[in-house]
C-alpha cells in the first residue's frame, strides 16, 4: 500500500481510481466492485425462461397448494406438460399400514411418478409452503454432476404437505455444467 502511495505521488498520476460498490439500496459506495449483479444475472429459477399463462398458473398452483395441504397431499408441476400441475398424495401420517409415518424425499417422488425416466436430465426445486410468502420458500434441487443425475443427499428435502415440486427438462450440456464437473462443485 506505501508502495502504491509512493508510486503515485511520484509520478503524479491523478488518474487513478478506485472503483466503486453499489451497494443495492443503500445508495452508497465503498470503493470495491460488487459480484451482486453477475450472480443475479447468473441464477435463473427453474421454469423462468418458459413463457406460459403467468396470471393462471400462479392462481392454479396456489389453489392447487391449498388443496394439497388439505388432503395432506404434494404438488408436482412439471414444466411444458400438458398437465402441468397434479395433486399426489403423502402416506398418511398415522394409523395402520405399511406406508403410515414413512417419509417420502424428493428424490423418491421423481422416482415414483417416472419423471426422471420421461424428461432424463431434469432441474427441480422445491417451494415450501409459508404463510409470508405467496409462492412457498425455494429450496433448490442439486443433482450429483457424474452420470447418474441422482440428488445430492444435502438437497433431498423431506416432503411435507403443501410442497410444491416444480421440475423442467434440464438444458443440454453446457460449458458452465463442464466447469463445475472440472472444479467439483
Known amino acids: 500500500m506505501l508502495a502504491a502511495w509512493f508510486c503515485i505521488s511520484v509520478s503524479g498520476c491523478a488518474s487513478w481510481q478506485v472503483p466503486s460498490l453499489a451497494v443495492p439500496g443503500a445508495g452508497m459506495s465503498f470503493g470495491l466492485t460488487a459480484s451482486a449483479d453477475s450472480d443475479q444475472e447468473r441464477y435463473q429459477p427453474v421454469g423462468s425462461d418458459v413463457s406460459l399463462a403467468p396470471a393462471s398458473l400462479h392462481r392454479l ?9 388439505a388432503q395432506h397431499a404434494v404438488v408436482l408441476q412439471v414444466v411444458g406438460d400438458e398437465e402441468p400441475l397434479r395433486v399426489l398424495p403423502l402416506p398418511p401420517p398415522e394409523g395402520s399400514g405399511p406406508a403410515a409415518g414413512r417419509t417420502v424425499f424428493v428424490s423418491s417422488l421423481l422416482d415414483q411418478t417416472g419423471v426422471k425416466k420421461k424428461l432424463g436430465r431434469i432441474e427441480a426445486s422445491l417451494f415450501r409452503a409459508d404463510a409470508g410468502s405467496l409462492n412457498g420458500i425455494r429450496m433448490d434441487v442439486q443433482f450429483a454432476n457424474d452420470s447418474s443425475g441422482s440428488i445430492r443427499p444435502e438437497t433431498d428435502y423431506a416432503l411435507r404437505p403443501g410442497d410444491r415440486l ?19 462443485r
Open 166 to 184: 416444480v421440475v423442467k427438462k434440464a438444458e443440454a450440456f453446457n460449458l458452465e455444467r463442464l466447469l463445475d464437473m472440472a472444479l467439483a
Open 61 to 69: 398452483a396456489y389453489q392447487k397448494v391449498r388443496q394439497a395441504k
